[in-house]
Structure formats: C-alpha cells, structure tokens
C-alpha cells in the first residue's frame, strides 16, 4: 500500500504571523493522514487493547473475594475497577510510544542536523506531530471506548458535575505534556549515551507501576504512597482517574493541578535545555 | 530422521551462539536488558506482595501457590520471548520488503528458519529469574518431592511452551495477508494477559463460559495454569492428557496454517 501522496496539496505557506502556525498545522495533517494509512492494523490493535481489561477485572473480583472486604485501600470492588478503566483513558493521554526512541535516532543516526538548517523547531515538530497521533488515535478508539464504557456502566457512578468535569479535562491535557516533555527529556539522553533504548525500557517498565497504572497508589503501603503521590508519574495514570472519581476535591484538587502545571512546565524547560546543551555535543554522524 | 533432528539441532546451536556472540559485543546493553526484566519481575512480586496484605488467596490460590504460578508464566513467557518473538515480530517486515525470498530460497526448513533464527539472550534469564520464584514458592509452601508432580510438570511446561508458539506461529502468518503487523505484539500481549492469571478467575455468571472457551477452545489458559496446578495444586491426570493433546494438535494446525500463508507471498520487490 502507497500512502497517499500530500505533496500535491500543500501551496507554499503564505507569508505573516500565521506562517508557524499554519506550518505546524502542516505536520500535524501530514502525520494525521500516516497514521490512517494502515487503519486495518490500527484498528485491530486499538481493539485488542481492551481484551486484558477483561481479566483485569475478573482478577480483581477474585481478589476483593479472597480477601472478604468491600473495601480496599479506601477503593470499593466498583470503584476499584471504575478506576482501573479510568487509568486507560489517562495513559491514552499520557503515553507517548516511540518518541525518545526517535528523538535518539535522529542523534544517533544524524538526520537531527534537519532540523538545524531548516527553520523548524525539533520540539515544535515532534509536539504537532504527537498531538495529531493523539488526534488520530482519541477518534479511533472513541467508540470501542464508549462501547466500554456504556458495558461497564456499572462501576460507575455516573459523571461527576461540571466543574469537576473540566477539572478531569485539564488533567488529561496537562497528563499528555508531562508525559510529552517527560519522554522527550528521557530522549535527549541520546546527546550523552547513543543506545538509549534500554535506558529507556527501565524507565518506562518502573513508570508503568509508579504511574498508579497498575493499582492505585492508596493501596501501597506507607511511606510509599506518599512518596509516590508527590513524583511527577502520577499524573500520567493515577491523577486524572480519581479526579473523575471525586476522590480529589476542593483545595487538594487545586493544588495537584498547579504541581501538574508546574511538572509540565518543568518538564518542557528540562527537554529545552537538554535539547540546549546536547547540540553543544552533537556531531552530526552520518550522511 | 535422527540425522535430520541432529542436522537441526546443530543448526540451532550454531545460530544460538551466533546470536550470543552478537549480543556480547553490546555487553552493556545485554546487563541493562536484563536488568530491565529483573525490574519487571520485581515490580509483579512487588504487586502480589500488596495485594496479598489485603487477602489470603486469589480464586483458591494460597500466597505460595500464586507465586509459583506466577514464576511459572514468568518462565514460559521468558522462554517463549528469549527463542521467538523477535523472529516473528520481523516476520511482517520480511514480507513487506520482499526478504523473505533469501530464507526461502535456503535449503532449511522455511517455519525453522523464520522461527528461529535469532535468539534474544536478553530474555533467556527470565527462564532462571521464574525458576528461581518457583523455588522459593515451593520452600516457602513446605513442599514435598514427588517425582510424579515433577515429571508432569516438565511434561505440561513443554507443551505450555509448545502451545503458546503455535499460537504465536499462527498470528505471525497472518502478516503475509496484512503486511503490517504492529498488532501481533497486540496480540502476543492479549496473549499473555489471559495465560499470566489462574484458570479460577472465570467463575461465576457469563465468565465461566469464557474461561470454558479458552481452555476447551481456544486452548490459552492451559499454558501456564496446567504446568503450576499438577506441581502445587490438583494433579489431574484428565487435564495433563487434554493438554498434550492440544499441544500436538496445535503444533501441526499451526505449521499447516503457516505454509497455507506462504503460498500467499507474492515477493514484493523483487
């Protein structure tokens, strides 16, 4: 299968302030339009995402039995699942597969010196980019979701109100930078070690468990979940989920959403810097 | 046919040590490799470990007995991921830049030769690291050697291993018809998910007919549950033949599949 040819379509950017906007939105359509090329596979995989939801919840309901309780951790046999749901939506936000792979690819194998003579921003690119598989993949998988959602019903407890809605919003757009300038921070690591991918696999492997991915953090026992609750990682899975939940209110809720910012933006001046001071050391290997 | 048993075997060997040497170049990457899967193991223990402060057993599984089971997964899927999965995940890729037609041009068989040209040695501790939980499993249950159980188990654990590489034989030729195929890694984690919990969670209403269709059906929850329940728990001789059974009927409907798919490759670029 041919992707479809877009050259055709693009007339040269029209001049003035709109120039790196229209530029990005650009990249943005061009990524959009190759992440739908194989939509077979695409669509396979997104649906087979759901099937380990399946026993996710009947090992649960197995473990709230064994153990005789309702509640554990402070999380209801529900609410516990309803959670475990929830933290999919968050990873699909937050999660950012191949994006410090390619960002050490591009030091490693050379071909970064094209963002170098070309007036593009490397971060800039990747972002519009990213938010356009985000885009592609939120609109794919909005059905088979919904579908989910509608059968596991149950387990929730219907929407929580406006305010709180538009608090869970914010926290699913803040989750997708951290793990956006997280992960590209991660890959800028490829300046200094040219393998990252095994750096990156352990990273990824002790996010997947520090996230709240897994079970929520509550369950851990002191001081752990503490400790874990103050990391940037949970924000990635953990956060938004019991925003939905209304586990967080208030000023608590106020206050994890400005350290969400706060991480965000730490992690975006981190990514910049890295990016800063590794093209002091970058050689430009390749043709 | 020994001769041509030993002729595979060496062959086998000989690209083992091929790929060990490659490995080796990289020493670094093969320690943080390794290290990766130690985290990943560590990470499970650390979620038994938590669950099991809130209850005494999961679906009629004691801590110790879980364990095992858990070591058990851990061992299969680490053997399964250490001699196939790389081979299959670049299957889809040989279709599509017309590869395929060296490996089939080779006077070897064409399922040994996609199967099992690589080896990832990253992967192979995973094999000692679940023996290793197994073990302690077994102290810690105060187990009693019963060579039988032992004997079963190596018997059940290789048609575990078997049963899951005819399912993996079989999704990866289906790249033929779909040329991309980032989805088997999809699969291969579907896969695992069903086979990594204990048959007894697909009880009760609507479930159990599930957990039926995946032990009489389509045969993945016998991979890992049979080999640990014939050690630690029910030794059910009914069970252990219906396995070997699957086992040998899944190798060859999946080494029929895969050829059937061969004749579909239309050699891309050459």
């Known amino acids: 299968m041919t992707p479809p040819d877009v050259a055709f379509t693009l007339a040269p950017p029209p001049p003035g302030s709109l120039h790196a906007l229209v530029k990005y939105a650009r990249i943005f359509r061009v990524a959009l339009i190759e992440r739908m090329t194989y939509r077979g596979d695409f669509l396979i995989g997104t649906v087979l995402r759901f099937l380990p939801i399946v026993t996710t919840i009947l090992l649960w309901r197995a473990i709230y039995q064994g153990s005789g309780q309702g509640e554990l951790g402070g999380f209801k046999y529900r609410e516990m699942i309803a959670y475990l749901l929830l933290t999919n939506i968050s990873r699909m936000f937050s999660s950012m597969p191949k994006l410090a792979a390619g960002i050490a690819q591009e030091v490693r194998e050379g071909t970064l010196k094209r963002y170098l003579i070309q007036p593009l921003d490397l971060l800039g690119f990747l972002f519009a980019s990213r938010v356009a598989h985000k885009v592609a993949y939120v609109s794919m998988s909005f059905l088979p979701y919904a579908a989910l959602f509608y059968l596991c019903r149950g387990y929730f407890d219907g929407f929580p109100d406006g305010l709180q809605m538009l608090a869970y919003a914010v926290s699913l757009i803040l989750a997708f930078v951290v793990g956006f300038y997280f992960e590209a921070s991660v890959g800028m690591v490829g300046f200094w070690f040219l393998e990252v991918t095994s750096v990156l696999y352990i990273v990824m492997t002790l996010n997947f468990f520090i996230s709240g991915h897994m079970l929520p953090l509550d369950l851990l026992p002191q001081p752990w979940s503490t400790l874990l609750k103050l990391l940037p990682f949970q924000y990635m899975a953990y956060f938004p989920a019991v925003v939905f939940q209304g586990k967080i209110r208030g000023a608590e809720l106020a206050f994890h959403l400005g350290l969400e910012l706060f991480w965000a933006v730490a992690f975006a001046v981190l990514a910049r810097t890295l990016y800063r001071t590794g093209l002091k050391r970058y050689s430009a290997f390749g043709g | ?270």
């Open chain 2, 1 to 270: 046919m020994v001769a041509g048993v030993a002729r595979y075997a060496r062959m086998f060997g000989g690209l083992a040590r091929y790929t060990l040497a490659r490995e080796m170049a990289f020493r670094g990457n093969f320690l943080v490799k390794v290290s990766v899967e130690l985290l990943w193991m560590a990470i499970l223990v650390a979620f038994y470990k938590t669950v099991f402060a809130k209850t005494t057993t999961i679906a009629g599984w004691s801590e110790p007995d879980y364990f095992f089971f858990v070591g058990c997964f851990f061992a299969i899927n680490g053997l399964i991921e250490t001699l196939f999965l790389d081979n299959c995940n670049e299957f889809a890729e040989l279709v599509r830049t017309g590869d395929l037609d060296f490996l089939l041009l080779k006077p070897i068989d064409e399922q040994f030769l996609v199967s099992c040209r690589k080896m990832d040695w990253g992967t192979a501790p995973n094999l000692l690291m679940g023996a290793a939980l197994m073990v302690v499993a077994l102290v810690q249950k105060g187990w009693e050697f019963d060579a039988g159980r032992v004997a079963a188990f190596a018997v059940t654990f290789a048609c575990g291993v078997a049963i899951a590489y005819s399912f993996m034989m079989m999704l990866t030729s289906v790249s033929v018809w779909m040329v991309r195929n980032q989805s088997l890694m999809e699969m291969w984690w579907l896969f695992s998910s069903l086979a990594r919990y204990p048959r007894g969670i697909f009880e009760g209403r609507g479930t159990e007919a599930l957990g039926r269709f995946f032990t009489f059906v389509v045969p993945i929850l016998l991979v890992s549950n049979v080999p640990a329940e014939v050690m630690v728990r029910v030794f059910d001789p009914g069970m252990i033949a219906w396995t070997v059974a699957v086992a040998a009927g899944s190798l060859w409907v999946s080494r029929r599949f895969f050829q059937y798919a061969l004749r579909a490759y239309r050699s891309a670029s050459s």
